[in-house]
């Protein structure tokens, strides 16, 4: 099923200009950019954004990653494709990133773990965030985005990988 997905480059990825290398991993894999914009966002809206953060981790771990998302601007994406949510999912690897693997975006580009960055009161700088299933996907790009910055177009890979 077509589906789309939220993806952040967050500040780190922008602050290290990874950018262009990060887009390249979903574009190479066929995945179609249908919006996309910089966002300098504040504390209430990175809250909204991170609604039941704090149920699932706890409220020093939502402030740590409240302050993180604000340190400088991010790339806000709405990505589009076949099962797409699971599938940046996947390209992005797991949440920790000394648990990612190899070949993922925060296994190739980033390593700490939870234990160093919650002893060291450091920020889980994982590069990437990216919607977790249907429903977060719906909240968050309509979050996100209006309907206006939503493109519906054709590219090649409509044609070779779809
Ligand atoms: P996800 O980004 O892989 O979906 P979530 O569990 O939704 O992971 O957590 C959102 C973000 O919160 C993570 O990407 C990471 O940046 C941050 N985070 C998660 N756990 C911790 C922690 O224990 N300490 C600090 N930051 C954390
Ligand atoms: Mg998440």
Not at 14 to 24: A, F, T, Y
Not at 80 to 100: A, H, L, M, Q, W
Request: glycine share 6%; proline share 2%.
């Amino acid at each position: 099923m077509i589906e789309r997905t939220l993806v952040l480059l967050k500040p780190d990825a922008v602050q290290r200009s990874l950018c262009g290398r990060i887009l390249s991993r979903f574009e190479d894999a066929g995945i179609k950019i249908v919006g996309m914009k910089m966002v300098w966002i504040d504390d209430k809206f990175a809250k909204t954004h991170y609604t039941g953060i704090a149920e699932r981790h706890g409220e020093r771990v939502l402030k740590n990653l409240v302050d993180y998302i604000k340190e400088a601007p991010v790339v806000a994406l709405v990505l589009e494709g076949v099962n797409v949510i699971d599938v940046v999912r996947k390209i992005v690897g797991s949440t920790y990133p000394n648990e990612s693997l190899p070949g993922t975006i925060r296994g190739d580009f980033c390593h700490i773990s939870k234990k160093y960055a919650n002893d060291n009161n450091k920020k889980v700088g994982n590069l990437i965030h990216a919607s977790e299933d249907k429903k977060s996907a719906e909240r968050e790009i309509s979050l996100w985005f209006s309907k206006s910055e939503l493109f519906n177009y054709k590219i090649v890979h409509d044609i070779h990988v779809i």
